[in-house]
């Protein structure tokens, strides 16, 4: 007979979009907390919860010192996608705590979404709907993205991905990353150069870069000096590469034509936030990797990550 485990799933709706993986952990004798909220659990809320708690399938919520000091059981967090900004590693070391994450799961959807943000920005297709729709016709000029050029932020997983669907659209492509990945640059066609370099010659910019010490506000008030007047900028990585309150001044003065984005600094975004006076402003409420096919692989995954740990065995992806 196996012993119940206490997992706590803070992914929301994951027993209605992850149906392969929740059947995973019943069938494992797992007794499930689900989170009934459309946000993340607060720290206050998590410390209620995790005394018995010996594995958790991960969103964006807090894991921390003052979270894990609650969890004594705990053995497994599984976070449900890339970024690692919201799990303390080291204090998760510290407690013993196995931390994973699913690298490459959500590359197409996130790039999907990067391709979706540039088209509308560049196509104004927000601001024509609800011009339409308002009974307007408006007559408007836009370039097209055919011989510009790409820069991508970040060539991980999801910028080689976002690379790959730029191919039709005879544009030229560079990109930069900190440990750059030389041989699927030159498969991809795309020339690899410097952070500076690629600020400087691209039209359109995409951001895939982790939310590091050294990566945060790398788009600010200096940095934006040095991109092309008129740049498009896409973020579908993490809020707070971005300084908010500099990109927002640089779309008033014309240095940035339009900013597109799937993340905010502070999520959800408090109502006063600069950029929502700007009217060449599109933004989505970090959606990107909710497609229902995302969420059946990672939900599988995150699964098999806690069944692998319960049964002593070494999980893919080990980040602590």
């Known amino acids: 007979m196996i012993d119940m485990r206490k997992v706590l799933i803070a992914m929301p709706h994951y027993s209605e979009t992850c ?14 907390i689900e989170n009934h909220y459309d946000r993340d659990y ?24 003052e979270t894990l000091t609650a969890a004594p059981k705990l053995k497994v967090i599984a976070r449900f996608g890339t970024g690692m900004d919201s799990v303390d590693v080291e204090a998760a070391k510290r407690h013993g705590v196995i931390v994973t994450n699913c690298p490459g799961l959500n590359a197409n959807t996130v790039a999907e979404q990067a391709i979706a943000l540039i088209f509308c920005a560049l196509r104004k297709i927000p601001e024509l709907d609800a011009d339409t729709k308002r009974g307007g016709w408006s007559r408007v000029m836009f370039h097209e993205l055919c ?29 930069f990353d900190k440990f750059p ?14 952070f500076e370099e690629v600020a400087q010659k691209s039209d359109v910019i995409s ?4 939310l590091l010490p050294d990566t945060r506000h790398i788009i600010n008030a200096e940095s934006l000096r040095l991109f092309k007047d008129g740049v498009l900028i896409v973020n579908t990585a993490r809020g707070a590469l971005v300084d908010e309150g500099a990109l927002a001044g640089a ?15 502070q999520e959800p975004p408090a109502k006063d936030v600069p950029l929502f006076l700007c009217r060449n402003y599109i933004c989505t409420p970090h959606i990107a990797g909710e497609t229902f096919e995302n969420r059946e692989k990672t939900g ?9 740990v319960f049964e002593g065995r070494e999980p893919p992806n080990r980040r602590a």
Request: hydrophobic fraction near 45%; include cysteine; glycine fraction near 10%.
């Open 19 to 32: 149906t392969r993986g929740y059947r995973m952990l019943k069938a494992y004798g797992c007794k499930i």
């Open 42 to 65: 607060t720290v206050r809320e998590l410390q209620t919860i995790m005394p018995d708690v010996e594995g958790v399938i991960a969103d964006s919520e807090k894991w921390c010192e």
């Open 147 to 175: 011989g510009k050029t790409v820069g991508i932020m970040g060539f991980g997983a999801i910028g080689q991905k976002v690379a790959e669907k730029l191919q039709g659209f005879n544009c030229n492509i560079i990109t």
């Open 181 to 194: 990945n030389f041989d699927r640059a030159k498969t991809l066609g795309v020339s690899m150069m410097s």
């Open 207 to 210: 951001l895939h870069m982790p």
């Open 251 to 265: 779309l008033r003065n014309g240095k940035v034509s339009m900013f597109a984005a799937d993340v905010f600094e």
């Open 300 to 308: 599988a995954a995150t699964a098999a990550v806690l069944i692998d």
